[in-house]
């Protein structure tokens, strides 16, 4: 069936005016923009996408089955979307505005983007980019009045919500024409301060600054220099572009004996910034992209991205990032995520200052999904089968050796614990949270430590590491089952992974230990029981079978845990 240019324009506009009618009937607009002053409207893009017959308007792109990829896969060509559909189209998205741009519905800048299939491909068009004026003037006294009084002056904690849309609105250029690439990063950096006593807040806050460099970066400024390829599953690839040069040149340093005295004012200075966000703050699968920002602007030529490069972002003073002396060498680069140990002097001492080193940067913030490229004559590793044979484990295995060390290792655990920071130098099978070697080698050593394994186990995530069942069976061949083991046990078994497969039966023969094993499922929901007891006897449908032909207490005990299992 042939489609007319008249067809494929009243389809398109049937679909426009069903968006817009939709949104007439919701009811929750002025509730929406009441959060907050810093949100003008809540749609501020619609993407038409003509495809005959099942053409849609939606403020996201559907990214539906692209049938039109091929040549001459449309009957429109490039020349009549843009002199005959497109001003249609406009004339008519225009009038809606007129309608409704006064109203929660629609956000100061309003964007009508369109793909069309054409005898020459997918075209992607922006069809209309319209602002209102009278809303934009609104909007940045909001934003001048807020930065004032709640960031500058401010002394309290401020709302994630709010900076989520500051954090965008300070790199529009619609709103801010000229970049103020210093006052932004001290404005990032005066939130961050305000919410430092709030964790999960701040992280919040810290996520909202990097999605807003991110977009900035990678839609506003590296398209200036770079020919960007992107992909819905891969991580963008850049082109430099022939005779691609920073527009303006680099600050000067204030003090050419103190690097760390450089003031950042310049746009590359705001991307490396945005680097070192994702490389601190951001989870270990995030890296690849801030080393790739600091990448690019090397490329370009900035001397500054060079220096932090090799030497670290600059957050770190000197003396903080470099410990040298006649017992051991530490330096740190947090823009890698390394600390390189040399250890000249095998004896506790070396590695006591190289633990204090290493302490000092995690408090500083130095990121927590870092590896250790470590010097030494000496190769522990710990009697775990499983774990990686990397420089990190290396390291740890090496200081365990030394008992005067273990209470400076249980510091350094707490310290590095966090759910979702791995090493870098582990992955898949071998995966392991920070902390990792340090907490397995002091709870093999001592009860005293059993805390620190609860305190470990609690922050575990079970689903992108299954070390702690290489622990866990090590942990039950050294304790077994005792009346100070039996609760620690079975706090490890909690976040044990369904593969681990714990030898302990012939212990349990013993009712007095299986009795042990009952009382700690005191408390415990039915799934946690399940979970705790799969690892010990599989399904619980075997544990019911041993209890029917158990006799006596021993009956008594297994049925209990069936019971608890809620079975």
């Known amino acids: 069936m042939t489609i007319t240019i008249s067809e494929a324009i009243e389809e398109m506009v049937a679909e426009i005016h069903i968006w817009f009618d939709e949104q007439a009937k919701r009811t929750d607009l002025d509730s929406i923009v009441q959060r907050t002053t810093l949100q003008m409207g809540i749609f501020n893009d619609i993407l038409l996408d003509y495809r005959p017959g099942r053409t849609t308007v939606d403020s996201a792109d559907l990214d539906l089955d692209d049938s039109f990829t091929s040549k001459n896969a449309g009957f429109l060509t490039p020349e009549e979307v843009r002199t005959v559909i497109q001003p249609q189209l406009v004339e008519v998205v225009k009038g809606k505005l007129e309608q409704w741009a006064h109203t ?9 983007r369109g793909k069309f299939p054409t005898t020459e491909g997918k075209l992607h068009l922006t069809l209309l980019d319209y602002v209102h004026e009278e809303k934009r003037q609104q909007l940045l006294e909001r934003v001048h009045s807020y930065v004032d009084e709640k960031v500058e002056k401010g002394t309290y904690p401020t709302k994630p919500l709010q900076s989520f849309f500051l954090t965008r609105h300070l790199l529009d250029v619609n709103l801010f024409p000229v970049l103020d690439v210093a006052r932004t990063i001290a404005i990032f950096n005066r939130i961050q301060e305000l919410n430092k006593s709030r964790p999960e807040a701040l992280a919040e806050h810290r996520r909202n600054m990097i999605h807003a460099l991110t977009d900035w970066a990678e839609n506003q400024f590296l398209p200036q220099y770079y020919d960007i390829q992107t992909s819905t599953y891969r991580a963008n690839e850049y082109t430099l572009k022939p005779g691609a040069v920073l527009e303006q040149q680099e600050t000067q340093h204030l003090d050419e004996e103190n690097e760390n005295q450089e003031q950042p004012s310049q746009p590359i200075d705001l991307l490396l910034y945005g680097a070192v966000m994702i490389l601190r703050y951001e989870p ?31 957050t770190f003073a000197k003396e903080e990032i470099v410990v040298k002396n006649k017992q051991v060498e530490c330096k740190a680069n947090d823009v890698y995520s390394l600390v390189t140990i040399h250890i000249r002097q095998e004896e506790a001492s070396a590695y006591e200052q190289a633990l204090t080193f290493i302490i000092h940067l995690l408090e500083r913030g130095f990121p927590k999904h870092y590896k250790i490229k470590l010097k030494s004559s000496d190769k522990q590793y710990l009697p775990i089968k499983g774990l990686a044979k990397s420089d990190t484990h290396r390291f740890f295995a090496n200081a365990l050796q030394y008992a005067e060390l273990h209470p400076l290792l249980e510091q350094y655990a707490r310290k590095a614990i966090e759910q979702f920071e791995f090493y870098a130098d582990t992955e898949g099978e071998m995966n392991c949270m920070t902390g990792s070697y340090a907490t397995f080698g002091l709870g093999l050593t001592d009860e005293q430590y059993f805390p620190l394994v609860v305190h470990y186990m609690d922050h575990v995530d079970d689903e992108h590491q299954l070390v702690q069942d290489k622990f866990i069976t090590m942990f039950a061949e050294k304790y ?12 490890c078994l909690r976040r044990a992974t369904d593969r681990l497969k714990l030898k302990i039966l012939p212990e349990l023969e013993s009712e007095d230990k299986l009795a042990l094993l009952a009382q700690q499922m005191n408390g415990l929901q039915p799934y946690e029981v399940e979970h705790v007891l799969y690892p010990i006897w599989g399904k619980v449908e075997k544990l019911a079978t041993l209890a029917r032909k158990a006799d006596g207490r021993r009956k008594e005990l297994l049925l209990e845990l069936l019971q608890a299992a809620g079975k």
Do not use: C, N, W
Request: charged share 15%.
């Open 104 to 112: 929660p519905l629609i956000d100061y800048h309003f964007t009508f």
């Open 480 to 491: 077994g089952v005792t009346t100070h083991s039996a609760p620690i046990l079975v706090h």
């Open 284 to 314: 270990s699968y995030s890296k690849p992209r801030g080393l790739t920002f600091m990448e690019l602007a090397v490329q370009l030529g900035s001397k500054r991205a060079v220096r932090m490069m090799d030497e670290g972002s600059g």
